[in-house]
């Protein structure tokens, strides 16, 4: 017998968008045995659509707004399932996407409690390749096993996205699920924590279809790398990894210590021009614990600051 699969949504406003996603999953070759959608407080009548289009196909939670971490958190505590797959409302899986997942964790085995898949992204005419493709992921097969998540997690483009993901329940609980006090990167914290629990595999079929058209209500497009609070969560999320007891392995140090010295670096530039010096000076000490020297983090600000300032002319000629 398959194992059964529980499937998260969590929405908020989304009242036209959610009916496709559903839609997807109801359309799967394996069908899941429950579908669980979280209305985070909506204010657009978004829950009775749901609950007049489906009735008792779906399981419908209704909360006050709390956030995406707490309205998938719900999801998973609702959840009988010993898998749950994850979707974000304004998203979609192809036909096949649980069946090729269900397919590889059965041939590889129990050792493995995650499984991703590629995806490509809609609405954006910048965004051609698919996550995979963009992030350096070349299997050369079907399907296959993520030896070291480590470097594609913490790397600038992940072709890990929480909308492909396949996950044992347990793993879920066992760590904790989502950490509701994050609210930018909380989808790469938990991916980070269920890597350091369980070996990761992949189908290299492309087989969500992930919405990256303008959205005023995407939570990724209110922060960019040149503001505070992106620099702030980022911040956070590298001390609580380090933190972690599991994250003592020397190779991970590394890539954490890589990540945090790009995220400090970013943030003097910003502060350079921004003219507050006493800032660009707090994150140069800041980068200098690190173990970077001063001549390296002089020439690093040089050649980044120069990049920066071609680029800016390149769009001012443009």
């Known amino acids: 017998m398959a194992p ?3 499937v998260v949504i969590p929405t908020y406003n989304r009242r036209a968008q959610v009916i496709q996603a559903i839609d997807s999953v109801l359309g799967q070759t394996t ?9 985070d407080g909506s204010t657009d009548q978004t829950a009775d659509s749901i609950e007049n289009a ?6 419908l939670i209704r909360q006050q707004n709390s956030g995406v971490s707490a309205a998938r958190n719900r999801g998973i505590r609702k959840a009988q399932g010993e898998w749950i797959a994850f979707l974000d409302s304004d998203d979609a899986w192809l036909p096949t996407k649980i069946e090729r997942q269900l397919e590889t964790v059965a ?10 898949t590629d995806c490509f992204r809609t609405g954006n005419l910048n965004l051609t390749e698919t996550v995979f493709k963009q992030a350096g992921l070349n299997s050369g097969s079907r399907f296959g096993e993520l030896t ?13 996205w ?12 066992g760590i904790g699920g989502f950490d509701e006090t994050v609210n930018l990167g909380e989808d790469t914290d938990m991916i980070f924590r269920l890597a350091l629990a369980s070996n990761f595999c992949f189908v290299s079929e492309p087989l969500v279809r992930i919405d990256r058209a303008p959205s005023a209500s995407r939570l990724s497009e209110q922060y960019s790398p040149g503001q505070e609070k992106y620099y702030d969560c980022v911040e956070y999320l590298c001390r609580k990894w380090m933190a972690l007891d599991t994250a003592a392995d020397l190779e991970i140090r590394e890539h954490l210590l890589n990540l945090t010295r790009r995220i400090y670096y970013g943030w003097t530039i910003t502060e350079l021009y921004r003219h507050n010096l006493a800032g660009a000076l707090q994150k140069v000490d800041h980068l200098r614990g690190t173990g970077e020297s001063y001549p390296r983090i002089v020439y690093t600000l040089f050649i980044r600051a120069t ?5 800016i002319a390149k769009r001012q000629s443009a």
């Open 107 to 116: 041939i590889l085995g129990a050792d493995f409690g995650v499984c991703f």
């Open 31 to 39: 069908p899941v045995d429950e579908i669980i959608v979280v209305d």
């Open 4 to 6: 059964k699969v529980s």
């Open 148 to 160: 070291k998540p480590f470097p594609y997690i913490l790397a600038k483009y992940c072709p890990i």
């Open 307 to 311: 990049r920066k300032l071609s680029r």
């Open 54 to 59: 489906y009735g008792s196909r779906i399981i």
């Open 162 to 173: 929480i909308q492909s993901l396949l996950v044992r329940r347990s793993l879920l609980i």
